[in-house]
């Protein structure tokens, strides 16, 4: 609840800074921009996949395919919690990979810009899915996200993600999915 408030404060404060004139209405639709506890957001758009071979320690990776995968229409939902947020990745085939069931839970939701929402690590933050290539199964290890690039609005979600997959627990990753992403909310 504590948290809460503080986002709506802060909300507030950003809107009420400089000698910008605002009705109570704009300020009442602003606040309701942030996102509510056990809601679920559907964003629908397109982006691009590509999957490739290689190391995680030694940084050398080639492409698995000749091409990158464009997505179309490709549906990506985002669940809130408290402060936390669970997204789940549409499953993609990218030529010989097959990405499945890829969930990322308890991203922490960072809402410092009264803009958007950011997306941090947080002591809970856990992947699962797999990558399947000629049969061989390789499950989801690891995330990186590009900070800069990768945000959420109740209107629009844009990521840069890097999923590792591996079949051993060695701590060398062998597979990496790239994923960008602009998809729209789904309207009411």
Same mark, same amino acid.
């Given at each position: 609840m504590k948290k809460t408030i503080k986002l709506a404060v802060l909300a507030?404060? #950003?809107?009420? *800074?400089g000698s910008v004139m605002t009705s109570c209405d704009e300020v009442t639709n602003l606040i309701q921009q942030l996102f509510n506890p &056990?809601?679920?957001? #559907?964003y629908t758009g397109t982006g691009e996949a590509y999957t490739m071979n290689g190391s995680s320690k030694t940084g050398e990776w080639q492409l !698995? +395919? @000749?091409? %990158? #995968?464009? =997505? #179309? /229409?490709?549906?990506?939902?985002l669940k809130c919690g408290s402060n936390t947020g669970t997204i789940t990745l549409p +499953? !993609?085939?990218? &030529?010989?990979a097959s990405m499945q069931n890829v969930v990322i839970?308890?991203?922490? =939701?960072? +809402?410092?810009n009264a803009s958007k929402t950011t997306f941090d690590f947080g002591e809970k933050t856990s992947i699962d899915g797999s990558l399947? !290539?000629? &049969? %061989?199964?390789?499950?989801?290890?690891?995330?990186? !996200?590009e900070q800069e690039k990768t945000y959420v609005t109740t209107t629009k *979600?844009?990521? @840069?993600? /890097?999923i590792y997959f591996d079949d051993d @627990?060695? &701590?060398?990753? /062998? %597979?990496?999915? +790239?994923f960008t992403y602009e998809g729209a909310a789904a309207s009411e």
């Open positions: 507030l404060a #950003t809107l009420t *800074m &056990g809601e679920t957001y #559907t !698995i +395919n @000749e091409n %990158k #995968t464009a =997505l #179309t /229409s490709a549906q990506v939902v +499953n !993609i085939t990218d &030529g010989k839970y308890n991203l922490a =939701l960072n +809402n410092e399947v !290539i000629d &049969g %061989k199964t390789y499950t989801a290890a690891n995330l990186y !996200i *979600m844009v990521l @840069e993600f /890097s @627990e060695d &701590g060398d990753y /062998s %597979k990496v999915v +790239n």
